[in-house]
């Protein structure tokens, strides 16, 4: 069975998804943020020698994963607007 909307009908579903994209594009530059500071972290570590800033890039990393993750699964569970 064929339902004919108007026109100027908002497209509900299509909304939804682009919240959806959007969502997941949001969690996506966040962990990758997360990965740079790990990096940059990482690389201070060998320059300054300092094992705390390879435990903190580690941290940062998982926590980017994590984050990743949820984008991917689940993007409605973490709101970080």
Avoid: D
Wanted: glycine letters at 10%; aromatic letters at 4%.
């Amino acid at each position: 069975m064929l339902i004919r909307t108007p026109k100027n009908a908002p497209n509900v579903t299509g909304a939804r998804l682009m919240g959806r994209r959007e969502r997941i594009v949001h969690h996506h530059e966040i962990a990758s943020a997360l990965f740079q500071i790990g990096i940059v972290l990482a690389s201070a570590t060998i320059i300054t020698g300092m094992i705390v800033l390879a435990w903190g890039s580690g941290a940062l990393v998982l926590i980017g994963i994590v984050i990743t993750a949820l984008g991917l699964f689940s993007p409605h569970l973490l709101h970080l607007h």
